[in-house]
């Protein structure tokens, strides 16, 4: 229409990512492994985005190909219109800091430091950090900052790492496997810490599973087999993770 924008290009002027063809290939000696075989993909702002499959359908290695932990072998990814496939290392490394926040199975914390400790580690390098105590707040985690990893249950701990991905005010939010080493109830805390900054972050959020219950607190649901992407699922209605049993 003349003189205004169509609905279809505001959807694309919010996308945070926008992959195309992307191809992962790894050389194992004679035998090379095709991890993903031409993606496609997108990752609006605000959106909370489950991505769906069993181990070895590429999950992962999109999410490091978005994240700047890993180069694509082929295609493109935008991010925000910048490609990010063609950034330097030390392109890639100022990325990683101001943009993103990972949020991975295992926590990673820095056993001998506390969990306000742990979170301030990465708001000393940032551009423009929350307080480490209100991102702990934010995770639900106000009353124990002062403890150490090992003073924590597994759920705390990982709503640390939550709080230290989000503490630098990411605009991307990626998160492998964040329950996968937690039981149904403790994991369902730490998907409504997740919820929760999605929703009031705005975060471009996705997050990586094989379990198909948790695609329910998802907008869209994007399912991987073979290093493709096979479908993709709208959710009429996002779930509540206190609604979600496993």
């Known amino acids: 229409m003349a003189g205004g924008t169509s609905t279809l290009e505001s959807v694309v002027a919010e996308a945070v990512f926008s ?16 991890a993903l075989r031409g993606v496609d993909l997108e990752l609006f702002a605000g959106e909370m985005m489950v991505l769906l499959g069993p181990s070895g359908s590429g999950k992962s290695t999109i999410l490091n190909i978005l994240g700047g932990l890993d180069r694509a072998s082929g295609g493109t990814v935008l991010y925000r219109g910048l490609d990010i496939t063609k950034a330097r290392d030390k392109e890639l490394t100022q990325y990683r800091r101001r943009h993103v926040g990972f949020v991975f199975q295992f926590y990673n914390l820095i056993p001998s430091l506390t969990a306000l400790e742990n979170v301030a580690a ?3 390098i940032a551009d423009n950090p929350m307080k480490p105590a209100e991102a702990l707040e934010m995770v639900g985690l106000g009353d124990r900052m002062h403890h150490f990893p090992s003073q924590l249950s597994g759920g705390q701990q990982q709503r640390v790492a939550i709080a230290r991905a989000i503490a630098k005010r990411p605009s991307v939010l990626l998160c492998d ?3 996968g080493a937690l039981d149904s109830e ?4 730490v998907l ?10 705005r ?13 329910g607190m998802a907008d869209r649901v994007v399912h991987m087999s073979n290093g493709h992407v ?13 609604d979600l049993h496993w």
Do not use: C, F, W
């Not at 992959?19 to 095709?34: F, L, P, S």
């Not at 409504?192 to 972050?201: F, G, M, P, Q, S």
């Open 203 to 215: 975060a471009a959020t996705a997050v990586i599973t094989h379990n198909a219950d948790i695609a």
């Open 230 to 242: 096979t479908t993709v699922e709208q959710n009429e209605k996002r779930r509540s993770p206190k």
């Open 19 to 34: 992959a195309r063809g992307v191809t992962k290939v790894y050389d194992m000696g004679e035998v090379q492994v095709h």
């Open 122 to 124: 990465v708001t000393e």
């Open 186 to 189: 403790t994991g369902v805390i």
């Open 192 to 201: 409504e810490a997740i919820d929760r900054v999605n929703k009031e972050l």
């Open 177 to 179: 496997e964040p329950t």
